[in-house]
């Protein structure tokens, strides 16, 4: 049964490296913990990406699709109790897999992106995600995201700021 994701969108991106004009993910649909996340993304036309983009139809680049689906993922760890609340982890993107992309994104256009948790091991998390636009699919991955404590990932930064 789904249950009421996080339902303040600083709270939650406390948990992603990202702020913006990188947070992509515009607003948690539903969630149900240690299973799926259901979000979407508004692509509109003022949109920092398009500034650089000729294109008399353009469309958001395929990386950063990839980019909101571990976004949303990243909700769903946090909703799941993966992530420690109030800040005190935080989830990195660590791979992409059997990755198909199917259609363009354009501007105008709402993205519904899903996750699905898979397999979860000592901070490693396997999902699958999904991109569509009106039921149509843009992308399919899968994703390994990484969670990490944020005071264990100051001090690794740290000391190798201070050996370079």
């Known amino acids: 049964m789904p249950a009421n994701p996080p339902s303040d969108i600083q709270r939650v991106f406390r948990h992603v490296p990202h702020r913006y004009p990188l947070v992509l993910v515009d607003h948690i649909d539903a969630c149900e913990a240690g299973t799926w996340v259901r979000a979407h993304k508004h692509v509109s036309f003022d949109e920092p990406f398009f500034e650089t983009i ?6 958001m680049p395929p ?25 005190g982890s935080i989830t ?4 992409i897999d059997h990755t198909r992309f ?18 979860t091991l000592r901070g490693v998390v ?22 990490r404590d944020v005071e264990g990932h100051a001090r690794r930064s740290e000391r190798a700021f201070q050996e370079a």
Request: charged share 25%; with cysteine.
């Open 54 to 59: 000729g294109d008399t139809r353009p469309s």
């Open 63 to 87: 990386v950063l699709i990839i980019e909101a689906l571990a976004q949303a993922g990243g909700v769903l760890c946090l909703h799941s109790g993966l992530s420690k609340p109030d800040g």
């Open 92 to 95: 990195f993107l660590a791979g």
């Open 102 to 119: 199917e259609r363009p994104a354009y501007a105008g256009e709402t993205l519904s992106l899903e996750c699905r948790i898979d397999r």
């Open 126 to 147: 396997r999902m699958s995600g999904r991109a569509t636009v009106d039921e149509e699919l843009v992308v399919e991955t899968r994703l390994t995201v990484v969670i």
